[in-house]
């Protein structure tokens, strides 16, 4: 995938088993292409990584970066091998409304146009010296998952709206106009959208919190992928590093092995019949350029304090 490692992920020392298993798996022949070769790996990073979190060896950037960093870049590599296509984490790129949107996994990697935007989000912490207030068993999976799938559903609509202002701007026909369900107009409109999750939930309540949530967001999206992970026996009050386990349960239509098979499909077809790419001269709208310079974005991530 071409992007920018970020700085936590690249050289922060509790993230050193992230990328081990990154180095490991671009190492590894015949390549992973579907999540379940990948997935009990990713439990046995997360339980090292947790493991340095709950001792306080693991700094903000650490939490709130560096692990959402790793689970994009797995999930990218696997979609790359199942599809045979080369995915991008892009920036400032124009919606309808707002001209700076970042997305995490895109095809293509260059253009004005996306035609698959796949969004990852990794939730869930145990407690840790920086977070003393928090509950012996850590934050609730779903604790910030509403507000995560608030942010992909704007940006979802923002992107579909202002696909059909692209078009226009180049000199084609238009999009379909909205008109009846706006779910029915978002499946048929670029670009296809995914949401995935990876999520460390805490009891039964919690992980049927995070379940009815992305039901819920399957209205806006084209597709929602969860992954569901479990401390097994936990004590808080036990020395021994995390274990944990796949929550059982997951709906069938949710569960992110299938959802990313889907996707690697659907990006066969994208990459097949490719059209030539669109040459938009201008794609800011009046709005845009009234005042949407401020990449709010940005802005929210930089002073986010929800992982604590």
Not at 65 to 80: I, M, P, Q, R, W
Not at 113 to 122: D, H, Q, R
Not at 261 to 283: F, G, H, M, W
Request: glycine share 8%; hydrophobic share 40%; net charge negative.
């Amino acid at each position: 995938m071409a992007k920018a490692v970020g700085q936590a992920l690249a050289t922060g020392p509790a993230c050193a088993p992230f990328r081990e298993h990154l180095n490991d798996i671009r190492q590894q022949d015949p390549p992973p292409t579907h999540w379940d070769a990948v997935s009990d790996r990713f439990l046995r990073s997360m339980e090292v990584f947790d493991a340095s979190v709950i001792a306080g060896n693991a700094t903000e950037g650490e939490r709130q970066n560096g692990k959402g960093d790793y689970f994009n870049d797995l999930l990218a590599y696997v979609l790359e091998q199942a599809s045979d296509t080369v995915l991008s984490k892009r920036s400032g790129v124009a919606g309808l409304i707002f001209p700076n949107h970042s997305l995490d996994v895109t095809y293509p990697a260059v253009g004005e146009i996306i035609e698959v935007l796949v969004e990852a989000k990794m939730m869930g912490t145990p407690k840790h010296p920086g977070n003393p207030k928090a509950k012996p068993e850590g934050r609730l999976g779903s604790a910030d998952m509403l507000k995560r799938c608030k942010e992909a559903g704007f940006k979802t609509i923002d992107l579909k709206a202002g696909f059909g202002y692209k078009l226009t701007q180049a000199g084609l026909a238009d999009q379909e106009a909205i008109a009846g369900s706006l779910t029915d107009w978002l499946r048929k409109v670029k670009p296809s959208s995914y949401l995935v999750f990876a999520v460390r939930v805490t009891n039964p309540h919690d992980f049927q919190a995070v379940i009815a949530t992305a039901t819920a967001m399957t209205q806006v999206m084209d597709r929602v992928g969860v992954y569901a992970y479990r401390p097994v026996k936990f004590s808080p009050d036990s020395l021994s590093p995390p274990r944990y386990e796949e929550c059982p349960g997951t709906p069938q239509n949710l569960r992110l092995s299938i959802v990313l098979y889907e996707i690697s499909q659907k990006l066969r077809i994208a990459a097949s019949s490719a059209p030539p790419p669109i040459e938009v001269t201008q794609v800011l709208t009046p709005a845009q350029k009234a005042g949407g310079v401020l990449d709010l974005e940005e802005w929210d991530e930089s002073v986010d304090d929800s992982e604590e």
